[in-house]
Every structure is written in structure tokens, then in C-alpha cells.
């Protein structure tokens, strides 16, 4: 048995096994891919405090390697149910054997995708959040090479160019704003007439000189050999194609969290995301939640940190 689970090992993760292990107790993180989270791919970052420059890359191995040497543990297995040692029976599990004698209601059980049961003290839900993908072809292979599904990370790269936006709401309005600051023409592409996001947003699109609206249409091709050079948008009304010499593109079509599993100890919104405010405590004593996975309005590097260590502190607090 250890002392905290932590259920994902992406900046939030990572860093909640920082501040676990530097508080004295241990922390397993369980991840389904790959260290860093969607933050690896990134080719540049500029805006995480006291880093001028870095990778995502080194960024996430950075973590990594701190978490690591401090103790930490990283098993690479996809966490599918929380529950109290009380709803599992022990009996024929040797993984469990060491809780005997313990209170049942105050040990949780994380079973993984491949069957493995492990025990623990408190548990963190750090799983982050995937941006949803248009799914066209060259889209993965183009990205971090113009396109992108964040503005303030990497608008400052398209300084002095030609930008679009793909989205309908309110990140893709303040998105478009955002970008103005840096680019010299901003397209926002979307794929209805009207828009979701809050008037006040659009009001203040509409002002922009730099903007310019391709509504009813869809991104439908990628073009540029080495990074992205035009995209193809359809007009969903008269099936036309037309060709937009852009260097970047943003894709602001929404976020997909991955806590479907964990319903029943924490209470999940409408979109998935667990409800938890800046205290990181979800409905279960016991159980918390880091970074972009909960309701929250900022989801970037340095708020994903700071969940890590205001969970991880909770969760040592709680286990005493």
C-alpha cells in the first residue's frame, strides 16, 4: 500500500508527487502514455515562471526526472475505478495483503485497465484534459508546426502573420482576441452563422480590424510541406472551397476530460470536468483533483503546478 495514488503524471501530476514526496510520503503516479501529458508536444514554452525558454519535452522530463529522484514512482497503467477497500474484498488479492488491520473506509483501491489492484491512503485525480481534434488529415503531423490548440501558448511564435481560429465560443472569441496582439490578420472560421460565445466577446471581435469571419464553413485540408502554409475551408451552404494563406492555425473546438471512470467519488458537470474549487477536494474525503480535469476557468503550466501542490498537500493533511 502507498501512501498516495495519483492518477495521471502530466504537470499537475508530476508535480503533486513532488510535493508528496517532499512532505514525507509516497507517491505512485499512474499514467496511460507517456510522461508531461499533452504539454510534451510542445515545441517552445515561453510563459511558465522563472523559465525564459524551454521544450515541452524538457519541461516534462524535468518533472519527471524531480519527482523521480525524490522517490516518486511512475507506473504506466490507465486507472479505471476508485474504490473503498470496503467495496473490494482483499481475500486472494496478494497486492492487497499489507492493508489487512487497516480501516476499510479509509483505504481506497485503484484498479487499472489491465486488472492490477493497488491500495492507498488518498488518492489525486490529475488526469488532465484533451483538446478535441478536427480528425483531417495532416493534422497531427502538422502540429507544433502550425497548428495548435493554444493561443496563449504559442501566439507569440506567429508575430508579424496571417492566423486563423477554428471555433465557435468563447475560447475561440478570446482567442481571435488574443492573437491580434501579435499577428497581422486574424480569420476566425466557423462552422455556423451565429455564435456561441458572450456577446461581449463578439462585440469586441467585431471591432477588430484585423479580423476577418468565415462563417458556415469548415476546416477541411491542411496545406505546407514543413509547417503549415494555407488551410481549406468549405462553405457548408454552397460546397465551395477556398484557400487561406495562413502560417498558424488554432483550433478552439473544445476540451474532452477523461474522468467518466471516477463518477461515482467525485461529482463530474455537465462536460466531465469533477467539480472542485481551489481547495482540489472532490465530494470523498480522501479524494482530490489537480489541473486541467477540474471546473476551473484558467487551465495553463502554472495553474496545473499549483493544483498539484495545493492537492498533494491536502492529501498529506488528510492522511496525517
Known sequence: ??????IGAGPAGLSAAIYVQRAGKHAVCLEALTVGGQIVNTPEIENYPGIKKTSGFEFSMGLYEQATELGAEVIYEKAVRIASAGEISAENIPELSDIQGEDPGKIFIVE????????????????GAKNRHLGIDREEELIGKGVSYCATCDGAFFKGKDVAVNGGGNTALEDALFLTNYCNKVYIIHRREGFRGEPKNLEAVKKKDNIEFVLNSTVVGLKGEKSLEAVITKDKNTEELREIPVSGLFIAIGQEPDNAAFGNVAELDGAGYVNADESCNTK???IFVAGDCRTKQVRQLTTAASDGAVAALAACAYIG
Open 284 to 286: 470523498t474525503p480522501g
Open 1 to 6: 500500500m502507498t501512501d498516495v495514488i495519483i
Open 112 to 127: 487499472t485497465e489491465s486488472g492490477k489492484k493497488m491500495a492507498a491512503r488518498a488518492v489525486i485525480i490529475a488526469t
